[in-house]
């Protein structure tokens, strides 16, 4: 079946480095890929998004970019702030109504 | 703004209770969704539904019912809660074009006691 497997964290970085959080997927066929942002006490709320091969989600200062060839979808930002500290997952289309999950990742930004 | 408004943000219930979830979307969305999210598991999938009176069983659905009468709203019922339910669990809602993303409500911690 369908799986996503993220980067275990805490990811641990002081305000403005660079950012990755690898993501990978197994999938049949061409799914949707995501990134969503989970912020202490709420829900989660969708970060960026990529619907088809080379294309590259954008927001916020984050990006990630639909690689097929690789099977990733890995997520970006330039410089981190302490605001971004949060638990993110990424997820895919798996189906005709659900999303897969991964675990999620959690990052630590420190001033 | 898409608005998903779950009915309780923390609940806790002793073993064997009968326990509801709501949720509410303003968004005329056909499908609804109830996932349980757990440290170091993730999100999983308990029940979704795409229609009223229509619901599928997702990853994790013993132990759990849904009940979906109206297109609004969509409830999670533990029949018999048990300790091992202890979880946040949290609504989503998605339109009919399954490349849409999904918009979550802001959980109910629920503790079972």
């Known amino acids: 079946g369908d799986s996503v497997t993220q980067m275990e964290g805490p990811v641990t970085l002081s305000e403005e480095a660079f950012l990755t959080i690898n993501c990978t997927y197994t999938?049949?066929?061409?799914?949707?890929l995501f990134w969503y942002v989970q912020y202490p006490g709420e829900g989660l709320q969708l970060l960026l998004k990529?619907?088809?091969?080379?294309d590259k989600g954008s927001n916020k200062g984050f990006e990630a970019t639909y690689r097929k060839e690789t099977t990733s979808f890995h997520l970006e930002k330039g410089s981190v702030q302490v605001s971004d500290s949060a638990v993110y997952f990424c997820a895919l289309n798996s189906g005709y109504s659900t999303l897969t999950f991964g675990k999620g990742t959690m990052l630590l930004v420190s001033p | 703004d898409v608005k998903v408004t779950q009915s309780s943000r923390y609940l806790v219930k002793r073993t064997g209770e009968k326990v509801f979830l709501e949720c509410v979307q303003d968004?005329?969305?056909?499908?609804m969704f109830w996932y349980r999210q757990d440290p170091g598991l993730g999100l999983r999938l308990i029940y979704f539904?795409?229609?009223?009176?229509?619901?599928e069983k997702g990853d994790i659905p013993e132990g759990y019912s849904v009940s979906r009468e109206k297109k609004e709203r969509f409830s999670l019922i533990l029949e018999s809660a048990s300790t091992n339910q202890t979880s946040m669990y949290l609504c989503a809602i998605r339109d009919s074009n399954y490349n849409s993303p999904l918009h979550f409500g802001n959980g109910t911690r629920l503790t079972v006691t």
């Open positions: 539904s795409y229609d009223v009176k229509m619901k």
């Open positions: 990529a619907t088809k091969a080379d």
């Open positions: 968004m005329d969305h056909e499908n």
């Open positions: 999938a049949t066929g061409y799914p949707s």
